[in-house]
């Protein structure tokens, strides 16, 4: 009679796990969903845009949960987890392209782009006997054009940028909004002939159109610094506190003040700024810039509709570009996007240079 009584509470608990199990692949099942539609759907729904920001993890998830099913021999389940993984592969090449340079690529009038948010030079000083890093490093990338964000001249004075970088002729900044916010710079051996600051509202963050020419082409360029969370360090301070304690609720609770209206700001400036490039009529287009989202956000996709990806086309790896001093913060939220008639040979971020909380992303373009 133990015996018995024994055996059925072993098979009981062996249901309940069973259904445990069951119950957790299908939240994966959905999350992973969540995380795919984060390209598509705005930004104000916070949960799929969370689920984008940790993609690669969920994708993992989705992985496990799949093999679970194999060594189970639930080939239905099994074959939902497969087509589901199936339809992720474009998401996941945009997150992590595996191809890498494509130099065989035929390209003529090669054109060196970098975008580097560099966070007012560090607020490192600049002397001749003693240049600043972030200086230093763009005078010797023999780069072509140049666009930064955040590029506050508090401890650098235009004039000692412009004498510096002396063989750049053309040299244009200015706020991201009418009268304050991110400084956006470009700075190109290129005639730029004409500027405009594209519309909307933010209180620091921002857009900019240059046209300039090139070889007898104009081409429109878009430097951005999109809505950026904010997080102050006591902000993430109270983040790991809850953390360490166990208070999840308020943990969400507080993360999701500055989460929802950061995302909520970049959807609408990513539709302004799609918007302003598709009523441009432009032949050719760059677009570039610390978009603060990540490869599958509806923000990147959002700009990137009609333009190509050039890390996409020609990067390898996640190209993590957030320098953040911690092993478990990691994303690309700095992009390269050109229209369909440039072509992308090379495309990837150089963290040679950490001396900003961005790595600069750089592109060789051409055209066919």
Wanted: charged share 20%; hydrophobic share 45%.
């Amino acid at each position: 009679m133990r015996r018995l009584k024994s055996k059925h509470v072993h098979k009981g608990l062996s249901k309940l796990l069973q259904t445990i199990l069951l119950i957790v692949a299908l939240v994966v099942n959905l999350m992973f969903v969540l995380s795919l539609l984060s390209s598509y759907l705005s930004g104000r729904i916070l949960l799929p845009a969370v689920l984008g920001l940790i993609f690669p993890l969920v994708f993992i998830l989705e992985v496990i949960v799949l093999l679970y099913w194999t060594f189970r021999k639930k080939w239905i389940w099994a074959g939902i987890n497969l087509i589901l993984l199936i339809f992720s592969l474009d998401s996941l090449f945009t997150y992590m392209p595996m191809h890498g340079p494509r130099e065989s690529i035929p390209i003529t009038d090669s054109l060196k782009v970098i975008s580097y948010n560099v966070n007012a030079f560090d607020f490192v000083s600049h002397k001749k006997t003693d240049p600043n890093p972030i200086l230093k490093y763009l005078k010797n990338s023999d780069a072509d054009i140049i666009f930064l964000q955040e590029a506050h001249l508090l401890s650098v004075s235009l004039k000692q940028l412009k004498s510096y970088l002396n063989e750049y002729d053309y040299i244009f900044d200015d706020n991201a909004q009418p009268d304050r916010g991110s400084r956006l710079m470009v700075i190109s051996k290129w005639p730029i002939i004409k500027t405009e600051r594209i519309s909307y509202p933010s209180q620091f963050n921002g857009s900019y159109a240059y046209w300039i020419a090139y070889k007898g082409r104009e081409i429109l360029a878009v430097n951005n610094h999109l809505e950026s969370f904010r997080l102050t360090r006591e902000d993430q301070i109270q983040y790991k506190a809850l953390a360490k304690n166990g208070e999840a609720n308020e943990l969400w609770g507080q993360a999701a003040k500055k989460l929802i209206p950061a995302y909520a700001k970049r959807a609408l400036q990513a539709d302004e700024v799609h918007r302003f490039i598709s009523n441009s009529n432009a032949k050719y287009v760059i677009c570039v810039g610390d978009f603060n989202d990540t490869p599958i956000s509806y923000a990147r996709h959002r700009i990137a509709d009609g333009l190509k990806d050039a890390f996409k086309e020609a990067g390898k790896g996640p190209g993590f570009s957030f320098n953040f001093q911690s092993k478990f913060v990691k994303a690309r939220i700095d992009h390269i996007m050109h229209s369909k008639n440039i072509l992308a040979r090379r495309c990837y971020v150089d963290n040679s240079i950490s001396t900003s909380d961005h790595y600069p992303i750089v592109a060789i373009l051409g055209f066919q």
